[in-house]
Nanobody, 114 residues
């Protein structure tokens, strides 16, 4: 059974940093990433990583860094210089290596205060 377990969210002041972690189990994943959903808005891609390629939303480039530890089947999102507009529920996403099915974590809340 596939499981994605996120951790690391919380409340932080603007300009601060947080690191999100997502441990995946139950399969092998080709692409792992992070999405976020703010109140009243659609879920949007934040960052993705394959074995060698990373992709970022324009709004987080230069501030967020995604990384992956394949041995631990874990993906991280280091978030620096956080802004109030980064406030959202952040979801871990993992795409199955064979079927391309998307799996999702339960979400972790990030709140950035002024």
């Amino acid at each position: 059974q596939v499981q994605l377990v996120e951790s690391g969210g919380g409340l932080v002041q603007a300009g601060g940093s947080l690191r999100l972690s997502c441990v995946a189990s139950g399969s092998i994943f080709s692409i792992m990433g992070w999405y976020r959903q703010a109140p009243g808005k659609q879920r949007e891609l934040v960052a993705q990583i394959t074995s060698a390629i990373t992709n970022y939303a324009d709004s987080v480039k230069g501030r967020f860094t995604i990384s992956r530890d394949n041995a631990k089947n874990t993906v991280y999102l280091q978030m620096n210089s956080l802004k109030p507009e980064d406030t959202a529920v952040y979801y871990c996403n993992a795409k199955h290596w064979l079927t391309a099915y998307d799996y999702w974590g339960q979400g972790t809340q990030v709140i950035v205060s002024l």
